[in-house]
């Protein structure tokens, strides 16, 4: 199916108090695969992420090193990343470990960038780690500090920042504490989940000035926003004005949480490349061949993309 663009739009106008340049955690081949009914095949994985690298992405999450019977769609990791050697050290090619033994087999690929994933809410650590946020947090730690020693770089996740579906709102002083947590463990990027997509712009600059409030630097951290409500370029936009500079999201709007079934899809990656062109905020993606592989990659799945920007280029009704 064809991309089709008029020339020049988005036209760029810039917004005052926006940073120069934004980069783009693509989640698309981890958090975006791991939530389909059915298991993408290894190869088409591999194509997948090498598409995403020559739409310009410089930074993909690649899979998991989870037990397969946590989340099979991702038991083929270390069949997954050989595939994509080749890419060297252009793209940074980070992958989500729940433990040690993750970690483990992440490092025996050599892989150099790894995620370990925690929440702000009692309810959602134990539906997804069967732990408390306590227990959680001393099982990262050994994780953090391995992976450091290692010379990998890591990322915290923190889930259910501005809501819980079981637990409802979730005080901002909360999430601050569990997120300054996990800073301390020494992750070097806090990446802050909106799990089931209910924040509002106003919400995330409390959260954002409470950890800056408490020395996490915004330099360190991230925003990961799902659109269930569609409020997640609002919310990236009230991120960029508080100095965030890196910002999660998925091509073609895949993915969800399998441990909370009201989470929709993530934010489009295409969606946030056309706010950003118009914004005259650089991301180095060259938004005609993200539309391309998000369309490609809708027909793998056989549905198509809910992304309205992939939608409105490509013509899909």
Same mark, same amino acid.
């Not at 791991?34 to 298991?39: D, F, L, M, R, Y």
């Not at 106003?202 to 569609?230: I, N």
């Given at each position: 199916m064809a991309v089709e663009r008029i020339p020049g739009l988005? $036209?760029?106008?810039?917004?005052?108090?926006?940073?120069?340049?934004?980069?783009?955690?693509e989640v698309g081949a981890r958090d975006g695969l791991q939530n389909e009914k059915a298991t993408v095949p290894t190869e088409v994985k591999a194509e997948f992420v090498h598409r995403l690298a020559d739409a310009g992405l410089t930074t993909i999450e690649a899979t998991s090193f989870?037990?397969?019977?946590?989340?099979?769609?991702?038991a083929d990791a270390e069949q997954l990343m050989?595939?994509?050697?080749?890419?060297?050290? =252009?793209?940074?090619?980070p992958v989500l470990v729940p433990n040690r033994r993750g970690l483990e087999r992440a490092l025996a690929l050599g892989v150099r960038e790894v995620a370990v994933f925690g929440s702000a809410?009692?309810? @959602?650590?134990? =539906?997804?780690?069967?732990?408390?946020?306590?227990?959680?947090?001393? $099982?990262?730690a050994p994780v953090v500090t391995a992976a450091k020693e290692a010379g990998a770089r890591v990322r915290g996740y923190l889930s259910m920042c501005f809501g819980d579906p079981w637990e409802g709102p979730v005080?901002?002083?909360?999430?601050?504490?569990?997120?300054?947590?996990?800073?301390d463990l020494g992750c070097d990027e806090l990446s802050l989940g909106d799990t089931i997509g209910v924040a509002t712009p106003g919400?995330?600059? =409390?959260?954002l000035d409470t950890l800056t409030g408490l020395d996490v630097p915004v330099e360190r951290l991230a925003?990961? @926003?799902?659109?269930?409500?569609?409020? =997640?370029?609002?919310n990236t936009l009230a991120a960029l004005r508080q100095g965030v500079t890196v910002v999660d999201a998925s091509a073609g709007g895949l993915g969800g949480c399998p441990y909370a079934k009201s989470a929709t899809g993530n934010l489009a990656t295409e969606d946030l490349v056309w706010m950003l062109?118009?914004?005259?905020?650089?991301?180095g993606v060259d938004l005609s061949r993200l539309t391309a592989t998000s369309v490609w990659m809708a027909e793998q799945l056989g549905r198509p993309s809910p992304s309205r920007t992939v939608r409105a280029l490509s013509h899909q009704e």
């Amino acid at each position: 199916m064809a991309v089709e663009r008029i020339p020049g739009l988005p $036209m760029s106008v810039p917004l005052a108090g926006l940073p120069r340049r934004v980069r783009i955690h693509e989640v698309g081949a981890r958090d975006g695969l791991q939530n389909e009914k059915a298991t993408v095949p290894t190869e088409v994985k591999a194509e997948f992420v090498h598409r995403l690298a020559d739409a310009g992405l410089t930074t993909i999450e690649a899979t998991s090193f989870v037990h397969p019977a946590w989340v099979p769609q991702l038991a083929d990791a270390e069949q997954l990343m050989p595939l994509l050697d080749d890419l060297g050290d =252009a793209v940074r090619l980070p992958v989500l470990v729940p433990n040690r033994r993750g970690l483990e087999r992440a490092l025996a690929l050599g892989v150099r960038e790894v995620a370990v994933f925690g929440s702000a809410t009692e309810s @959602f650590a134990k =539906a997804n780690l069967n732990r408390t946020i306590d227990e959680s947090l001393e $099982m990262f730690a050994p994780v953090v500090t391995a992976a450091k020693e290692a010379g990998a770089r890591v990322r915290g996740y923190l889930s259910m920042c501005f809501g819980d579906p079981w637990e409802g709102p979730v005080p901002v002083p909360q999430v601050a504490a569990v997120a300054r947590s996990l800073y301390d463990l020494g992750c070097d990027e806090l990446s802050l989940g909106d799990t089931i997509g209910v924040a509002t712009p106003g919400h995330v600059v =409390a959260l954002l000035d409470t950890l800056t409030g408490l020395d996490v630097p915004v330099e360190r951290l991230a925003v990961h @926003f799902h659109d269930t409500y569609g409020q =997640a370029l609002s919310n990236t936009l009230a991120a960029l004005r508080q100095g965030v500079t890196v910002v999660d999201a998925s091509a073609g709007g895949l993915g969800g949480c399998p441990y909370a079934k009201s989470a929709t899809g993530n934010l489009a990656t295409e969606d946030l490349v056309w706010m950003l062109d118009g914004l005259g905020v650089e991301t180095g993606v060259d938004l005609s061949r993200l539309t391309a592989t998000s369309v490609w990659m809708a027909e793998q799945l056989g549905r198509p993309s809910p992304s309205r920007t992939v939608r409105a280029l490509s013509h899909q009704e």
